[in-house]
């Protein structure tokens, strides 16, 4: 049973930085994404790292400011974000693919889910 576990979200202000992790437990070599669901508004791609962390893909939104990384031995995944702004608040879902699968930005695509982990970026 696959399962992913997301965590490291909290209250921190505009600039500030933070990084989230993520751990997939019961597969190995899967892709890796982020997306973020704001309230009222749909689940949006944030990031995504191959198997094998040699390729890495961002949305628009983020490019430049977040960076996302994996240690393989342990089949997580980082989230660094810098510079956050109050519209990066959201609650972050990590999610995992079948192994050797290519990177994606649809949900649709992406195949296992965690809970979520909620960043909020306020004065």
């Known amino acids: 049973q696959v399962q992913v576990a997301e965590s490291g979200g909290r209250l921190v202000q505009p600039g500030d930085s933070l990084t989230l992790s993520c751990a997939v437990s019961g597969r190995n070599f899967t892709p890796m994404g982020w997306f973020r669901q704001a309230p009222g508004e749909d689940r949006e791609f944030v990031a995504a790292?191959?198997?094998?962390?040699?390729?890495?893909d961002y949305g628009d939104s983020v490019w430049g400011r977040f960076t996302i990384s994996r240690a393989n031995a342990e089949n997580t995944a980082l989230l660094q974000m810098s510079d956050l702004k109050i519209e990066d608040t959201a609650l972050y879902y990590c999610a995992a693919n079948r192994p050797l699968a290519a990177l994606s930005r649809r949900l649709v695509d992406w195949v296992y889910w965690g809970q979520g982990t909620q960043v909020t970026v306020s004065l």
């Open positions: 790292i191959s198997w094998n962390g040699e390729r890495t």
